[in-house]
């Protein structure tokens, strides 16, 4: 039927769509609840957007598969005598007509309808079948890039294929928003590419720069792409600098606060005092350190004992960041780093051992527990790290709740306020997983988990003393001797 055929789905689809708006319009046949037609209106306006997101997953694959069909069509009309550039070039500007996309947006369009169609197979599944958003699937394309097809296709069956051993844990791939997707596909794939991190980090330190790009109204972006722990740690101490000055007779919120600071950082001047709506100052303070040095940034790293011996070169865990080379985790701890805490971590799986206590208050150790298990605030979407949220009892202390790492969360202020302001409320954590949480509509969104994975162990180390069935005691002992050379300090 060929066109005929295409024209009469869309017609299809153009009627499906104009019932489903007449339903939102509270204009359907049947109201969704007789009994309660607003609330019940409100509960059917979440199953339209649930499904609305599943067809356009299916759409998403539609296009990417149509493109490249287009494009592998328009290759052989055209024949091998036009040049490869210039048909790429042709095809690109074809799709980019159609779809109104510009030349870039168009080329990178078409580039990842590419990759998840020839070596992308799991995740082009779960495009069509809607798990999966085009977002998470560009993310899938991205990551990948780089990687060989084992490295590849090992990254996606982590995410997306449910019977892989050790496969990704907690909120599935499709429930999570794709930029925290992108970090925990990140994470996966620093820890298991096959160039070593140390080898790649040498080739970024080498690349280092500061880029300016103009801004809308009169304003302009001035950034760094630096070595990750200078950059969390200038971001901490600014952080913990702006958050020193709020007070009541301080107007500016911390991200005007924040930007103050950098300013007078970068341009040698005092720090403004205050400012007015329009970010004029009304004042400044004269200092030859625009950053105080009472304010010491904060680092939280973690690092695998064997790292940190320098036996293996496993990548550590840079908090608010991600996976960091050995090399720059071992500079932190001999700097003496105020925020670097020894944690001991079960071989068996990579995951922190619980500690607990009976009182109302956390102890240092808790807090850092928390910052290591969650290592952001755990609702769903959000991306502020551990460093500015707050511990939270998730039964109440009054209501009988302990002050045990199962009992506890660390929202961010925003989230933190919102729990217990609204009818949002997070369930039951473990000393491992970090809460859920559960909206006033009674729907539940699953928690986001860190990947723990076991810890390298040197080349040549006893086959005796490995973790593993029957050697619980092996375990004990090994740990013990490695950790004492720094546990005692």
Not at 5 to 17: E, G, M, Q
Not at 57 to 72: H, N
Not at 140 to 147: H, I
Not at 179 to 203: L, P
Request: aromatic share 6%; with cysteine; net charge negative.
């Amino acid at each position: 039927m060929g066109t005929a055929a295409v024209a009469k789905a869309y017609a299809d689809i153009r009627s499906a769509l104009a019932v489903l708006d007449a339903e939102v319009d509270g204009q359907g046949s049947l109201p969704f609840s007789a009994g309660d037609p607003l609330a019940g209106l409100a509960d059917g306006c979440l199953d339209v957007l649930a499904g609305a997101r599943e067809v356009e997953a299916g759409f998403a694959a539609l296009k990417a598969k149509a493109a490249v069909k287009y494009s592998e069509s328009a290759c052989a009309v055209a024949g091998p005598d036009v040049p490869v550039v210039a048909q790429e070039m042709a095809v690109a500007a074809e799709i980019g007509c159609v779809l109104v996309l510009g030349p870039r947006a168009a080329g990178s369009f078409l580039a990842t309808s590419h990759a998840l169609t020839a070596g992308l197979p799991l995740t082009l599944a779960a495009l069509r079948a809607g798990t999966v958003s085009w977002q998470h699937a560009v993310v899938m394309a991205d990551e990948t890039a780089g990687l060989d097809a084992a490295g590849a296709a090992a990254l996606e069956a982590h995410f997306l294929d449910p019977g892989v051993p050790d496969g990704a844990r907690g909120c599935p791939v499709g429930e999570l928003p794709a930029h925290r997707f992108r970090a925990k596909a990140r994470t996966w794939r620093e820890r298991h590419h096959a160039e070593s991190i140390e080898t790649r980090h040498a080739k970024g330190v080498v690349e280092r720069r500061v880029e300016f790009r103009p801004d809308r109204d009169g304003m302009a972006w001035l950034s760094a792409c630096l070595p990750a722990d200078q950059a969390v740690a200038g971001w901490n101490r600014l952080t913990a600098e702006a958050r020193s000055m709020q007070g009541p007779d301080e107007t500016r919120t911390m991200t005007q606060l924040r930007a103050d600071l950098f300013a007078s950082a970068v341009l040698g001047s005092g720090i403004p005092a205050s400012t007015d709506a329009s970010g004029t100052a009304a004042g400044s303070v004269e200092e030859t350190d625009v950053l105080p040095t009472s304010i010491r940034a904060q680092v939280l790293v973690t690092v695998p004992v064997f790292s940190l011996l320098g036996l293996t070169g496993e990548p550590a865990m840079l908090d608010g960041y991600g996976p960091i080379p050995a090399s720059m985790a071992r500079d932190l701890v001999a700097g003496g780093s105020e925020s670097f805490h020894r944690v001991l971590v079960d071989p068996r799986d990579g995951a922190p051992l619980e500690i607990g206590r009976t009182s109302y208050r956390l102890t240092k150790a808790m807090r850092a527990w928390l910052r290591l298990r969650d290592a952001k605030c755990p609702f769903p979407g959000c991306s502020n790290h551990s460093l500015d949220n707050e511990a939270d009892h998730l039964l109440a202390w009054a209501n009988g709740g302990t002050t045990g790492i199962s009992n506890l969360g660390q929202p961010c202020p925003k989230h933190h306020k919102l729990r217990h302001t609204t009818g949002w409320k997070p369930t039951p954590a473990t000393k491992n997983e970090p809460p859920g949480w559960t909206s006033p509509t009674g729907r539940h969104y699953a928690s986001e988990h860190q990947d723990w994975e076991p810890p390298h162990w040197p080349k040549g180390w006893p086959s005796g003393l490995l973790p593993g069935a029957g050697n619980r005691l092996g375990e004990q002992s090994l740990l013990e001797d490695a950790l004492v050379q720094y546990l005692a300090a």
